[in-house]
Structure formats: structure tokens, C-alpha cells
């Protein structure tokens, strides 16, 4: 039976390569960023004391890492759940050709407000009752599929 609650945000090996992802690119992003301001810095008032001049930029900074520090996190975070609007999708496509290719019956896929590849879900249920008019008995028994429109109605429901 299907929730429609999230209960789990994290629920695929691709959600951590994502975050390492964004991880390695935030880490690179960093040491550039710095490197181009200072050398910017030292471009713009001259070569004095490069040390110092190190320090008053980094203390110019301050603001910006602070910044970063709120923000970062949040979009981070933002980036996992809306990736969860694809993996789960794929995680239910998963499942139910797994299941097809042991030879157990499927329901029609049904995806949650907000999820991505609605239009494979339609294709997806559509094939399956197409393979079920051919004899292919893909479908479960308490799921009666006449058309494509109860078919799409059991997907959206």
C-alpha cells in the first residue's frame, strides 16, 4: 500500500554521490574563490605586504563565510529532497520490474504530488496494460485495468 507521507528523505545511493557531489564542488569553490580575490586584491592596491594584505581580506570575508555557512547548508539539504522527487520514482520503477522479471504481479505505478516522470509513469502504466490485453498477467487481480484512463486514474489516485 502506498503513503503519501515522506517518511525517509535519503533513500538512494545517488542522493550520497549528490551530496559528495556538492561537497567536492563547495571544497573547490573555496581555496579559487580566494585565490582570485587575492590576487585581485594584490592587482588592485599593489604588492605591499602580502601577509597582511591576506589577513584584510580574509577579515573582509567574514560576512561572506558567515553567509555561507546559513546558506549552504539549506540549499544542500533543498538539493537531497528535490533529488528525492526523482529517486523515488526510480526506486518504484525499480521494484516494479523487479518484481515483473521474478514473475509476481505488479500494481500500476503511482507517484506522489510533486514527483518527477509523471509522463514515464503514464507510459509505464500504459505498457502494463497493454502486456495484460495480451495475456501477460503483469497486473495484480484487485487492480482492474480497462483503459487508459482508469489506468491513469489508478496512477493518480
Known amino acids: 500500500m502506498l503513503n503519501d507521507e515522506r517518511t525517509k528523505v535519503w533513500i538512494d545511493p545517488f ?3 549528490l551530496a559528495w557531489r556538492i561537497a567536492l564542488y563547495l571544497a573547490l569553490l573555496a581555496p579559487v574563490l580566494l585565490n582570485l580575490l587575492f590576487t585581485w586584491k594584490l592587482i588592485s592596491e599593489g604588492v605591499r605586504d602580502p601577509v ?13 563565510g558567515v553567509c555561507l555557512l546559513i ?7 533543498d ?6 522527487r526523482l529517486v523515488g520514482p526510480l526506486v518504484r520503477f ?22 518527477l516522470l509523471i509522463e514515464f509513469r503514464d507510459d ?15 497486473l495484480r ?6 483503459n487508459e484512463d482508469t489506468c491513469q486514474k489508478l496512477a493518480q489516485s
Do not use: Y
Open 124 to 138: 509505464f502504466n500504459r505498457m502494463l496494460e497493454s502486456l495484460q490485453r495480451r495475456g501477460v498477467a503483469v
Open 15 to 17: 542522493q550520497t554521490r
Open 52 to 64: 597582511a594584505q591576506m589577513v584584510d581580506l580574509l577579515h573582509e570575508l567574514v560576512p561572506v
Open 71 to 77: 546558506v549552504v547548508p539549506v540549499m544542500a539539504w
Open 141 to 146: 487481480p484487485d487492480v482492474p485495468v480497462e
Open 79 to 84: 538539493a537531497i529532497r528535490f533529488s528525492h
Open 94 to 115: 525499480r521494484r516494479a520490474a523487479q518484481d515483473i522479471a521474478r514473475g509476481e504481479a505488479v500494481r500500476p505505478i503511482k507517484l506522489r504530488d510533486g514527483d
